[in-house]
């Protein structure tokens, strides 16, 4: 009976603003969970690590959303229920048939992907690259030419490979791979040259690789501007207020660089001023 009156009271408390205009604000009031959809092998931003937790940079974003929430909406607890999500198509279509309520992963915004999803603020900015073995390094986009190169199809990353090959007029041998996983065993194994991802995912992906750090290479220069977010039900406006809010509160806060430093600090990967900027721009007021 207490849960029952503590619900109304929350939906009473918010029916004229966010609530009133959000269903998925609707569903978790009355359910306690909050459903996150995330990437299992997307080092360090979305993974499982060796116990089969769901961790990571976007993961403990999703997190300080789903306090939040509970916060907002006067729950005594709120439950995390995880959803695996590998391609991007799959992560879009489990959005867009409510199968979770937020996506946090390694999504990349974009106007074609607006047209089916909505995005929270922005969580994280990366650029393209090439990751390849230091006996065999792939240094420049030049030397990319005749090169046998792994991308996870769908994903922004290839349609920016297939872009500079057409620009350069390189014959890039483009192998198509399901997982980031895949992607690196492809590597190690010598069946492909190099494996194209966004910076971020290969930094972790380096060093949760059976191999040292040192036996890769990675192109210096970016192939491309990654904007990541959150990907929700396009059109709920009341529920992408109350994550952007959450994010917002989060980026005006020290703990937002702790979390960075906890994820790319391990790897030796410094807070980057382009990163630095995005938090600061976004930390909008109330």
């Not at 607006?114 to 986009?141: N, Q």
Request: charged share 25%.
């Amino acid at each position: 009976m207490l849960r029952f009156w503590s619900v109304i009271l929350a939906l009473f408390a918010l029916s004229g603003g966010a609530l009133a205009e959000s269903p998925t604000l609707k569903r978790i009031a009355e359910t306690g969970t909050i459903r996150i959809g995330y990437v299992p092998d997307a080092a360090p931003l979305s993974f499982e690590d060796e116990d089969g937790n769901v961790v990571g940079y976007s993961v403990d974003l999703c997190r300080h959303i789903a306090s939040a929430i509970r916060f907002d909406l006067g729950l005594e607890k709120i439950d995390i229920e995880f959803k695996p999500l590998v391609s991007i198509e799959e992560r879009i279509s489990a959005i867009e048939k409510g199968e979770v309520d937020i996506e946090c992963g390694t999504s990349t915004v974009t106007l074609s992907r607006r047209e089916r999803v909505d995005f929270t603020l922005m969580t994280f900015i990366t650029g393209s690259a090439i990751l390849s073995l230091t006996d065999k390094p792939v240094k420049t986009i030049d030397e990319l030419d005749k090169k046998r190169i792994a991308v996870v199809t769908g994903t922004t990353t290839e349609d920016v490979v297939r872009r500079v090959a057409e620009v350069n007029d390189l014959r890039i041998k483009l192998t198509p791979i399901k997982t980031h996983n895949e992607g690196m065993k492809l590597l190690n194994n010598g069946k492909v040259d190099g494996y194209a991802s966004d910076r971020a995912m290969l930094i972790g992906q380096v060093f949760r690789n059976a191999n040292v750090a040192n036996d890769y290479f990675m192109t210096r220069s970016a192939l491309s501007f990654e904007p990541y977010a959150f990907m929700i039900a396009r059109g709920d406006t009341g529920f992408r207020l109350a994550a952007d809010r959450a994010l917002a509160s989060l980026y005006r806060t020290a703990r937002i660089r702790r979390i960075y430093q906890n994820w790319f600090g391990r790897y030796g990967e410094p807070l980057s001023p382009i990163v630095e900027a995005m938090y600061q721009f976004q930390a909008v007021g109330e």
